[in-house]
């Protein structure tokens, strides 16, 4: 499985942005999608999760009510929209797939994910 991430880019607080991981190769195997961060001198944390098939969706309490995470089925695509953004928000966004069946007990532990895209990355100006 091949994951590309794209959409990344600068933004101003309150502004919205959207950005995509598209998978490639072996699709079918993959139950859940997720999108991490990693800020400048920070250790890369969870973001959201998305099971595919149910549409399951888990977030981290930083980012409820503002980021929404979505997949279109057939395009093998994961989305995260983000609204009201923060400076704080600034960060590489990493997508992730998961091989195994969702699990929300495991959805933000890095280690339940087996592949990883390149990030994209979202600079938010105060």
């Known amino acids: 499985v091949q994951l590309q991430a794209s959409g990344g880019g600068m933004v101003q607080a309150g502004d919205s942005l959207r950005v995509s991981c598209t998978a490639s190769g072996r699709t079918f195997s993959i139950y859940a999608s997720a999108w991490f961060r990693q800020a400048p001198g920070k250790e890369r944390e969870f973001v959201a999760a998305i099971s595919w098939s149910a549409g399951r969706t888990f977030y981290a309490d930083s980012v409820k009510g503002r980021f929404t995470v979505s997949r279109e089925f057939f395009e093998n695509t994961v989305y995260l929209q983000m609204k009201n953004l923060k400076p704080e928000d600034t960060a590489r966004y990493y997508c992730?797939?998961?091989?195994?069946?969702?699990?929300?007990?495991?959805?933000?532990?890095?280690?339940?994910?087996?592949?990883w895209g390149q990030g994209t990355l979202v600079t938010v100006s105060s």
């Open positions: 992730a797939a998961d091989t195994d069946p969702w699990n929300p007990m495991t959805v933000m532990d890095m280690e339940e994910y087996d592949y």
